[in-house]
């Protein structure tokens, strides 16, 4: 919001003086001390954001730093941010999921759990699933477990989930509009180990070895993609997807708006299936709606030309530790993310290449061609980049709740066959 709407709270004059804007001290005494207690949506959002940017602002003198590290604890905090949560319940939805945000962005958990509860209580209804993802994603981002309201986090993701499943059932209908590079027909649940053959240069030996432990069903691989005249195809996939569009709009028609997938950007569809995945709760309806959305999932990727998002690489890398987490295994979903990979794999940090390298190795996809350009990428970086030596932290963390991260090995094991 610029300065135009932060001149219509009634503190803006007070809050811009200098020894209040940069002091988050006294931003919340002045909310505290006030004796105006209805407060506007002007009037939350100017205190919220002056917060937060003095919380983030890394060009502040170290003193000052000290003194925008908010407490959340503090019982200053408290009684200030108790009168805007008092102010906001009151407000419209929109409003208060905009501040559900802003409560985020101060990672203050039990600020969001007050008004989770009250979006669960009396604003279910009038939620997108937009809404819903967004909820849901920060919530795991922040690992909030709630443990006074768990069951009521529990039902809000069981909610979202199989009101997303029974209103996108016709998403089927985009397997009719994708390709398949490979010949094979597998079950996604099965764990016989898969080795894609490569057609540009010959196996590497070990690759090879791992072939022949691993005793692979072997088939024929699929071409690489070409980045020649990349702006070109580009601009042919974005008048394809807007003649797409327009047809498949027919196709959700019968969708009601509330869950319908398609209204969902490739970065919602992230959030929904990164989330989901990290929040560990295996249930047979997540796994549900995962291969649910693998044809849609598959053709987006495709109309795009294999480049998942053109900003940040790490969703699509994030995507395929979820079905890996999962233990889906969707041969022909996995070839599709290969191909993604092998055009973004020179823009793409070292760490994820390497989470990638063991996923695919993990799951027994031995890709030739994804695993040697994985090799000979992460030895070239590793050749270039100086090695980065660090020492043993001489007062170790404290031990919590390990949270689910992506560089935790996928345990994914053959079964065993009968003798």
Known sequence: MGVSTYKKSIFYDEIIDKKNAENNINILKMIKDSTINKLSVYDCTLFLNFLIKNKKNKELKPEVKNVNKIKLTSALYKESIAKILKNIISMETKYILYFFNKFADLRDINSLEYLFVNIYNSHLHKLSLYHFVEIFYNLVILNCTFQKNKEKLNKFMEYIVLNT???????????????????????????????????????????????????????????YITDENTKGRYKRDKEQQSIVTQNSNK????????????????????????????????????????????????????????????????????????YAFLHIRDIHLFVDFSICIQRIMFDTKLEYLKIVKSIYENLLIFDELLLDMLDDRINEIEKNSPEQFSHPRKKQFKKKKKKIEITDDIKFKPKKGRK
């Open 165 to 223: 499943i029974n209103e996108n059932k016709n998403i089927k209908n985009y397997e009719k509009k994708i390709k398949n590079k490979i010949n094979l027909q597998i079950q996604w649940d099965s764990k016989k180990p898969i080795h894609i053959k490569s057609f540009s240069k010959k196996t590497k030996e070990g690759i090879t070895n791992r072939i022949l432990k691993n005793k692979c069903i072997s088939v024929n691989g699929y071409n």
């Open 251 to 322: 196709m959700n028609d019968i969708i009601q708006p509330q869950f319908n997938i398609s209204s969902l950007s490739n970065v919602m569809i992230y959030k929904l299936i990164y989330s989901l995945a990290k929040i560990n709760m295996n249930t047979s309806s997540v796994k549900e709606l995962f291969l649910l959305l693998i044809p849609y999932l598959r053709y987006r990727i495709q109309n795009k030309n294999y480049i998942y998002s053109r900003d940040r690489n790490d969703m699509l890398i994030k995507i395929i530790w979820s």
